[in-house]
């Protein structure tokens, strides 16, 4: 057998596509982030725990309501989305005016209370959903098996990522979000609407976590705890991409979970640990982070 | 201090439907200062008014209350015969204003002409890009660079031009000339005779008087959040000995 430093190639691929997959949702989540905090100034300490209700939603509807995971990757990000809406409409709007730090608390409290409703309800094990059929299987590449659905995945987050950041650098709305980034009180004497700029942003952040958690929903199993965990790692990529670097927070995602399958191989026992390790150095080197602009 | 307060002209005035902008009794606020203390003044269409004044005495705050981006205002603001003092901010500007604000807020992230294109259109009749390249030779040219490598004449001719655009045909103009060469602001001065041959209304806070004087029909001066004085501008010779006391230059 193939091997690189006394690793089988196979094992060294095989971890690769899980760092690879990992960063995916890596991406998905800090880019979410990152738009939330380019508009809101708030860091959304319940993104972890929207993540989590998109993959919920998704296995409650399969099992209550018959709805498919085709239709559920489509339904279930609205859902949750206007979720966001509401909760930017009536809780974070009425407290934009003062330090966004409770902007921070509110969402880590809202965190706490979805999680623990579902904690309630359906305990911490967590169930498993179902690969779709078409997605069941898949392909031997000659030096690793590829899981189809697992090959999904990956195409399916870096084609959001990518149209997210084409809407967000390329086009008109786009620069409306970027402008009222660096300056919305000017944004609004433009003429523009200002708040339903910062609602929809919400909305489309709280939508891309949900729609990584249907993406989530069949590789990992879906607890209540899902996002939390995930959530403080997902810090991490942001703060060494940079907060508010759109492109910045896909390529970051992508590489930490690649460093991290990398660290499984060569050195497992600090595999949990490497993103945090990188950001120490990535703060002490460049503390606004690597796509980030120098405050 | 003593005040002398003329107003020249001020009999045919009285509520006139031309009047494009009449300021009653504006008090504004940020937080718990209390910035403008009553302030009075009102712009025909086509007209050109300078608001004059020492830093401080309230001009950009007057501007930044007629845009509502102020903390809390009181009192009347009329723009085009419509009262604004309730109107949410993202709506004045759909009343055909423009405003041009003193640190020029170009933004950094955007090129040049994805600058221009930002501010929506509020009215028919704006400028078009062809018009506003003719006008500023040098934005055409530096079209494709990111706002933030502009000198800071050409950000100042990018803060005009923008509001070209969109058909506003009530301009805020703050401190347009400050800190620029003199042959920038030779150049801007031109553009406002311009504007004005097109029949456009100009507020202008301006610091510089000499490059005020020559343009405008009249002069409001500003002390302590109030209007001090009105000046026309054919008063203005016999009047320049106290507007430089007032103004201290």
Known sequence: MTTIFGIPLMVLFGQLLLGLINGAFYALLSLGLAVIFGLLKVINFAHGAQYMLGAFAALLGLEYLGLDYWLALLVVPLVVGALGILIERLLLRRIQHIDHLYGLLLTFGLALIFEGTLVNLFGVSGSSYPVPEVLAGGFNLGFMFLPTYRAWVLVAALVVCLFTWFMIERTRLGAYLRAGTENPKLMQAFGVNVPLLVTLTYGFGVALAAFAGVLAAPIYPVSPTMGSSLLIVVFAVVVIGGMGSILGAILTGLAMGLIEGLTKVFYPEAANTVIFLVMIVVLLLRPAGLFGKEA | ?249
């Not at chain 2, 969109?166 to 150049?187: F, H, K, N, S, Y």
């Not at chain 2, 405008?216 to 009047?239: F, K, T």
């Open chain 2, 1 to 249: 201090m003593t005040t002398t307060l003329e107003q020249p002209g001020a009999a045919n005035r009285a509520s006139n439907a031309s009047e494009q902008l009449k300021v009653r009794d504006l008090h504004a606020f940020y937080g718990e200062s209390h910035i403008l203390h009553g302030v009075d003044f009102e712009v025909r269409k086509g007209e050109l008014v300078t608001l004059l004044g020492r830093n401080g005495a309230g001009r950009t705050t007057t501007l930044r209350a007629i845009m509502n981006m102020v903390d809390r205002r009181s009192g009347s603001i009329v723009i085009d015969g419509r009262e604004t003092l309730n109107t949410p901010p993202h709506h004045i500007a759909r009343l055909g204003v423009g405003y041009c604000p003193e640190e020029r807020g170009i933004f950094a992230s955007l090129n040049v002409e994805e600058n221009l294109l930002l501010p929506p259109t509020v009215r028919s009749g704006g400028m078009s890009l062809d018009d506003i390249y003719a006008m500023f030779p040098n934005l055409y040219e530096r079209r494709r660079s990111p706002g933030m490598r502009l000198s800071g004449g050409e950000q100042q001719m990018l803060a005009m031009a923008r509001i070209l655009r969109t058909g506003a045909d009530l301009l805020l103009l703050d401190e347009i000339t400050e800190g620029l060469a003199p042959v920038i602001v030779q150049a801007l001065g031109e553009v406002l005779v311009t504007l004005k041959a097109r029949g456009m209304t100009v507020v202008l806070v301006e610091q510089n008087f000499r490059f005020a004087a020559p343009l405008a029909d009249r002069h409001y001066v500003m002390e302590h959040g109030r209007i001090i004085e009105e000046i026309s501008a054919d008063v203005l010779p016999e009047r320049r000995e106290r507007l430089h006391a007032v103004l201290g230059v």
